[in-house]
């Protein structure tokens, strides 16, 4: 149990484009999920948390407007980057959590802008 | 959020036990342990948490200093699979249990 996915798993997009990417818990219902972005060679960075139903709150350093998270159901939340460009390419990763301690992440969405 | 301090990289022998050590002295009474890995090109896996006593799962055990202010993963008997980079987080309910990721430890399993 306790499965992540994530839709697409890699997206080629020109600059300038909104790309949309879907975290979904499939087995179980997600209290809380996170959005994470990890450069190459570098650690994750948690970008913002997000809870059913209400608006997702931002890391700091992290423009609300470029990356609008929307969490519509306890299984669903989306990531859309608006207005890509070169510098957004990067490996996404969200996870989930059902009310324990420990996060379920997704397999990540390589984005890469041209 | 408290910091961890892990050794940037450790290699291990397949078949042998491995033990991945962490730093934290700041840790506060709250905080719990946790332990994650990431597979290349892969999000994250949970492998263990804890708070004050040793834990054991069929991944890993974790064995917590006596005063909190350090922990070390063990790996009984490591494989081929299990290189992997491996993060030691810090997290309390108190943050929305968020995760900082710090550098992690890379370990490397040879034949």
């Known amino acids: 149990g306790a499965v992540v996915s994530q839709h697409p798993s890699w997206v080629i997009c020109k600059s300038g484009t909104s790309v949309k990417i879907e975290c979904r818990s499939l087995d179980f219902q997600a209290t809380t999920m996170f959005w994470y972005r990890q450069f190459p060679k570098q650690s994750l960075m948690l970008m913002a948390t997000s809870n059913e139903g209400s608006k997702a709150t931002y890391e700091q350093g992290v423009e609300k407007d470029k990356f609008l998270i929307n969490h519509a159901s306890l299984t669903l939340s ?37 | 959020d408290a910091k961890t301090t892990q050794p940037n990289s450790m290699e291990s022998n397949e078949e042998e036990p491995v033990h991945l050590p962490c730093n934290h002295s700041t840790i506060s009474g709250t905080d719990y342990i946790h332990w994650y890995r990431q597979l290349p090109s892969q999000g994250p896996e ?32 490591a494989t081929l699979r299990d290189a992997a980079v491996y993060y030691c987080i810090l997290s309390n309910t108190g943050t929305a249990s968020k995760l900082t990721f710090g550098t992690g430890t890379r370990l490397q399993v040879t034949l």
Do not use: W
């Not at chain 2, 949970?46 to 790996?75: C, F, P, Q």
């Open chain 1, 78 to 114: 989306t990531l859309t980057v608006t207005s890509a460009h070169p510098e957004d390419s990067s490996f996404y990763i969200c996870s989930a959590k059902r009310g324990g301690n420990e996060q379920f992440f997704g397999p990540g969405t390589r984005l890469t802008v041209l």
């Open chain 2, 46 to 77: 949970y492998v263990i948490h804890g708070l004050t006593s040793n834990v054991n799962n069929r991944m890993a055990s974790l064995a917590i200093a006596e005063d909190r202010k350090s922990s070390t993963l063990i790996l009984h008997r």
